[in-house]
């Protein structure tokens, strides 16, 4: 049985396909169509994953949406209804689209893709928890799901059992911890459903005094349930997030691209503090109503990785899953697995153990793309000159663009489609910033730890677990170790380590030992391989593209080596283009 | 005969920005119609009668959890609702 899932239409759309409940296939529309964030009609992942399945639409056997249309407009019209005439610029400009596309998905999975089968409608946050706990490894697992807002439902938390999925209570729209994070992101003048992470980043740099006064804008209880202040947000009604109150309690909001003061950082780590106050709250709940000690996490909130690193720490939980796409675009996932399961009453016998689900390019597709371009090149002879050469390569700081293998499914680079440098030179950051990414001097680079070394430089959780695999945890580098790899070692003594396993990708988790070998620290420098503002590359031209109007110096493909200095036709200069 | 072809591209043109603008229009009286005429009467019907469509009350209850008892029917994930 082949079930297409498939997200779109608010942020992030993607396409998977699973066969007999076994993923074939996943990836994010972004990827293909070069556009950021793009949330339009996934038609590029579509047919990647029928390509990669080796069949087309006639032989989908159903296909499933991440959300039910009609229940979402419902709250949108609620809003409308509640807010007028204030949301009269929002009603404007989002209702057409609902009418166009949002509606009709019957009609353009037909008219797109030919496909004239059933339409199965996951819940939103049923497709978010279906996302982490059917592809987990627990046969039993409380389930905690948290975003902005799916159709009313923004909080759930549920349990698992084998092959059922049971959602036990929820919170709903306006009343939403993403929305609160969000708020707050806007306010510190970061752009909303994109920057977050820059938040969490900034947080490091503060100390939480406006803590206290955070707490006004939320009434939050024990169990974790909360309300917002509604007089301190807009975004239920307006085109911004917060009201002009908030700015009255908090000063005037930072503008885009202004310099960032003390004042910032001490609103972000209180964000973060509450946040996570609120989450350890709320796992706490989770425990005492399921007792059940697994916990799968789900929802653009469980990105967070700052808070998942802690989260064994403050809740009774002792395992924990997060799948590496937990946002929307995630969603997909979730409705093809939970038709599978849920629906259709069939057995679990799928762990998503890795992150490589995404399209990959044979040698003889490379090759022929090297020729045809004009580009000059060597091969290495074979994997111990590969990792010797690239090894020594990184050791000497030049920066290495790496496409390897399978893309990777979610928002993070995890050694398929990366760029690779030195941790251990003081200088790296800068080198990278100066050379490739151009990003704020706050946000740190990850490092990418063989995970039999992980404990030995961070203080993780005893047994580090999977989601540390998809960079979802960070960890303090232990005191003795910081100066020695200060390039992923943020202000906070904090690394979003991202382990590696060799049965996941045999060649990077050789790199990476084979820089240990040479420098004396398994680990890599490892950050998304893109232009700033474009998402991260997929295709070899994509990679040689990026190489040749940033500063990588070097790019490795399968076993090809390309250097930028060789080819100084093709260079060009990302950054006139470059939009964050 | 090239300038006759080139007149008629231009005038198709202009004849389709003509109809994207007439479209436009409508649908922006439309929305208007409907914003202003079908929103706004039903909501002030309902703020007159006491009628919210957002839970945005500040009322402090115990617990902002609301417990899920019923179960989603299998059928129920075929509709769009
Ligand atoms: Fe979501």
Redesign the pocket.
């Known amino acids: 049985m082949y079930i297409l899932g498939i997200s779109c239409f608010y942020h992030d759309s993607g396409a998977c396909l699973i066969k007999d409940g076994q993923l074939v296939a996943a990836a994010l529309e972004e990827r293909f169509s070069r556009k950021k964030h793009d949330f339009s009609f996934p038609h590029a992942a579509i047919a990647f994953c029928l390509e990669e399945a080796g069949i087309d639409i006639s032989a989908v056997d159903h296909v499933a949406f991440y959300e039910k249309p009609v229940l979402k407009f419902d709250r949108i019209l609620s809003q409308h209804l509640e807010m007028f005439p204030r949301s009269f610029l929002p009603f404007f400009l989002a209702l057409p689209s609902w009418f166009n596309e949002k509606l009709r998905l019957r009609h353009i999975l037909r008219k797109k893709i030919g496909y004239r089968k059933n339409v199965l409608y996951i819940p ?2 049923l497709s ?1 928890a279906a996302s982490a706990f059917y592809v987990s490894p627990f046969e039993e697992a409380a389930v905690l799901t948290l ?4 159709e009313w439902q923004t909080s759930t938390l549920g349990i698992g059992r084998g092959q059922q999925l049971q959602q036990l209570a929820e919170i709903n729209f306006p009343h939403s911890l993403g929305l609160l994070y969000s708020a707050v992101t806007a306010y510190l003048g970061f752009k909303v459903n994109n920057d977050e992470y820059k938040v969490m980043g900034l947080a490091g740099y503060g100390k939480p005094r406006y803590l206290e006064k955070l707490r006004k804008v939320i009434d939050v209880k024990d169990d974790g349930s909360f309300a917002l202040n509604l007089e301190y947000f807009s975004f239920h009604y307006g085109m911004r997030m917060f009201s002009k109150k908030f700015e009255e309690e908090f000063g005037p909001a930072r503008k885009p691209e202004t310099e960032i003061s003390q004042d910032h950082q001490d609103m972000a780590a209180s964000m973060q503090v509450l946040l996570e106050e609120i989450i350890f709250k709320i796992c706490r709940h989770l425990y005492e109503i399921t007792k059940v000690d697994k916990l799968c996490f789900a ?2 909130v469980a990105l967070n990785s700052l808070l998942n690193g802690k989260l064994f720490k403050h809740t009774p939980f002792k395992e924990i899953y997060i799948q590496p796409e937990a ?2 675009g995630g ?1 997909c996932l979730g409705a093809a697995f939970y038709a599978y399961h849920a629906v259709f009453d069939q057995p679990r016998s799928f762990v998503m153990e890795h992150a490589y689900w995404g399209p990959q390019y044979t040698r003889a597709e490379m090759k022929q793309f090297l020729d045809d371009s004009g580009i000059k090149y060597k091969e290495y002879a074979d994997e111990n000159s590969l990792l010797a050469g690239v090894a020594k390569l990184i050791k000497d700081s030049f920066v290495i663009g790496w496409l390897q293998g399978r893309m990777e499914w979610g928002p993070r680079a995890l050694g398929a489609r990366s760029i690779l440098s030195n941790p251990t030179n003081p200088k790296m950051q800068e080198i990278l910033n100066v050379k490739v990414k151009h990003r704020e001097p706050f946000r740190p680079f990850a490092p990418a730890v063989t995970a039999e070394k992980a404990n030995e430089y961070f203080q993780g959780d005893e047994v580090v677990p999977m989601p540390a695999d998809f960079m979802l945890m960070v960890y303090p580098v232990r005191p003795d170790h910081r100066d020695k790899i200060p390039a992923v070692t943020h202000v906070d003594g904090t690394g979003r380590l991202q382990t590696v396993r060799r049965k996941q990708n045999p060649r990077y988790y050789d790199m990476i030992k084979a820089f240990g070998e040479l420098s004396g620290y398994p680990i890599l420098i490892n950050t998304s391989f893109n232009i700033r503002g474009e998402p991260i590359v997929c295709t070899p031209r994509d990679a040689y593209r990026c190489m040749m109007g940033t500063g990588i110096d070097y790019l490795l493909m399968d076993k090809f080596l390309i250097a930028r200095a060789d080819n100084p036709n093709d260079m060009w200069d990302s950054e006139q283009y470059a939009h964050d | 005969m090239g300038m006759v072809k080139e007149f008629l591209k231009s005038l198709r043109e202009g004849m389709k920005q003509f109809a994207d603008m007439v479209a436009d229009s409508v649908n922006l009286l439309l929305l208007l119609a409907v914003y202003f005429v079908g929103i706004g009467l039903v909501s002030i019907v309902a703020k007159l009668s006491g009628k919210h469509f957002l839970d945005i009350g500040r009322q402090s209850r115990q617990s902002y959890w609301q417990k899920i008892e019923k179960r989603p029917e299998r059928n129920s994930f075929y509709r769009m609702f």
Not at chain 1, 147 to 150: I, P
């Open positions: 939103h946050h978010h975003d902005g807002a799916g929802g653009g946002g929307d969603g």
